[in-house]
């Protein structure tokens, strides 16, 4: 089975989950300022879960540029990740519909963290068929920011049974950590490039 | 026609379905975590359908890997069965809203049966038109799991009608029994490429 | 401007319409059989709306089969199809939810009148482009069953006035008159085929 | 990184976000000819974002073609073109459930602003990475059509403030200017093959 046809179904997949949350954002019932201001804050934790998609659909599609077979333990840790990202419109309404009170804040840290674990499970099945010597384990090196992010979700959500708010500010941190492009996979590739040419 | 295009649209119409169910999930009422369990089921159910949905994407793909020219006939029978896999989400949340009711838990049953059967005339239509020793007819073989399916989703509908919950743990059972990648077509691509090499 | 992303973005528009129809159905508000049957002129009228952006999927998949480059008209006439096909969920919900009232079901008669004009016009744009011997206008012939579906949607809105259910009946009979699949383009490519061969 | 999956991407996104408006339009709470009509706003409104979202579909396809290789900041800022443009179907349907409120319109202006700035800013990366005598600044010539653009949604979003429809009628306009093709690539495309052969 080859990448192209799962790229192309997981890149589907990701531009409704990235999109139908729009449809999550409630009209605002009146026509003044006041009233869309009180939207805001769902426009806001939509922009971040825009924002962690978006960083997703960039590093999925960077990792499948060094995979060069589909085995059925890919296909199924692919869809893994696909319903653990397709569950963020529901926690990201519910946290703002809930105006930041402190369970929803943590189911949706939960949800990232269960992101971040889906996408290592996705990561190890890859690396653990091409062997440790494999282009995808020789890119990623020693991963030290995919290593660091769940411990943040977690000092995040520990946060957050605090102080709310500061839980949302540090998931705010690791999206931002991840908006910085991830230069392994092409610095990868360029030197391979460089040893063949 | 090419069968590209075909793919492309199933696949797209499959990345929708998949996703449009967490539209139905109704995000809680409340802010505390007894909210979000009165969630749960609706989160096991919609887990179950996106299995369904994935395991007859990758099925549907390896098929139409063996699959060199679309018909009309081809062409039908495979909106017959986007049409089939449509309803799950509408089915999905009408057995999740209810509870785990016995008609709406017997209604889900009919419609994976209705899967079930659109797959196997699409499966039908294609090797009729390849002739019973085409590739996809040798591939399949003697199709044991597709074969049984049907009857134990019967015997799952039955058994709702003792005890609903019981129904639910043999659909679940079946996708267990899908989840396990079908080899047959990779196996037939080798054992060709083989002889061919 | 190549037809392949202007083929890719028309199905993902098409893959969507046909699939968003079903968010409109409403799940039943009980649990039994008869709450479920309130429901089933929903299933039937999503049947149909289905059937028909399938058989403009399929004919416009075949049609562009012929066309070799875009223009700036083939380019807005597409999308004005797209979006007349994209207010069936609307006039289909209409239809259903008021019960097959007389104004509803005109107006889905007149909105798959649009359609069939939108695709006239679609049509003409490209035979323009190629010239009345180029390879559309060739394929097409006399085109019967496109000059005839306008006319029988007239008679089935003026038929509504009268009857609503004989309107509806009549826009069925217009689509499997449809489903029969339209061999002129794969006419036409097997013809040419002989005569380059 | 190729261009192809963040058009494919990008395709997948704008046929979501041009097709979920339709979900937004509510369907008619009786069955006769009035209640359509109050309706009847809301397709207009859908009508106008439709064209706008297909604009820039358009231009983005056009742009793409003169884009060879996708960097970080070129991902980045396309991202942020297509966040704003998500918010569309949000800003439209306050606009017309609002009945065209001063604050809405206004709002839906800035929307409007906001995606043309977007997209200014993603042209601006292509060109910076390109060089100022790049194919896509060469193309570009002096952009009148462009740089006036944000000009008049000033201008509406003013003139709203005294008549909200005098607003609604200027972004019209700046609609139809742009439904006119933009030929600058084709043309740039063309010479260039001249040049060549």
């Given at each position: 089975m080859k990448t192209s046809r799962l790229e192309a179904f997981s890149d589907g997949v990701l531009a409704i989950i990235i999109t139908i949350?729009?449809?999550?954002?409630?009209?605002?019932?009146?026509?003044?300022l006041p009233d869309l201001l009180r939207s805001a804050t769902g426009l806001l934790t939509y922009l971040l879960s825009f924002v962690y998609v978006g960083i997703y659909w960039n590093n999925h599609h960077h990792m499948f540029q060094l995979v060069g077979r589909v085995t059925g333990g890919i296909l199924w840790s692919n869809l893994g990740l696909l319903f653990c990202l397709s569950l963020l419109p529901f926690t990201t309404a519910w946290m703002d519909q809930q105006r930041f009170a402190t369970t929803p804040v943590v189911t949706y840290g939960l949800n990232l963290l269960l992101c971040a674990i889906a996408y290592w499970i996705l990561q190890t099945t890859i690396t653990h068929n091409q062997g440790t010597d494999g282009p995808l384990a020789t890119a990623l090196g020693r991963d030290l920011k995919a290593k660091s992010s769940p411990a943040i979700y977690v000092v995040g959500i520990v946060a957050t049974l605090l102080v709310p708010w500061l839980g949302v500010a540090i998931y705010t941190i690791v999206a931002l950590m991840w908006l910085v492009p991830d230069r392994r996979v092409e610095r990868y590739l360029a030197s391979h490039d460089l040893a063949e040419g």
């Amino acid at each position: 089975m080859k990448t192209s046809r799962l790229e192309a179904f997981s890149d589907g997949v990701l531009a409704i989950i990235i999109t139908i949350m729009v449809l999550e954002l409630r009209v605002p019932a009146g026509p003044t300022l006041p009233d869309l201001l009180r939207s805001a804050t769902g426009l806001l934790t939509y922009l971040l879960s825009f924002v962690y998609v978006g960083i997703y659909w960039n590093n999925h599609h960077h990792m499948f540029q060094l995979v060069g077979r589909v085995t059925g333990g890919i296909l199924w840790s692919n869809l893994g990740l696909l319903f653990c990202l397709s569950l963020l419109p529901f926690t990201t309404a519910w946290m703002d519909q809930q105006r930041f009170a402190t369970t929803p804040v943590v189911t949706y840290g939960l949800n990232l963290l269960l992101c971040a674990i889906a996408y290592w499970i996705l990561q190890t099945t890859i690396t653990h068929n091409q062997g440790t010597d494999g282009p995808l384990a020789t890119a990623l090196g020693r991963d030290l920011k995919a290593k660091s992010s769940p411990a943040i979700y977690v000092v995040g959500i520990v946060a957050t049974l605090l102080v709310p708010w500061l839980g949302v500010a540090i998931y705010t941190i690791v999206a931002l950590m991840w908006l910085v492009p991830d230069r392994r996979v092409e610095r990868y590739l360029a030197s391979h490039d460089l040893a063949e040419g």
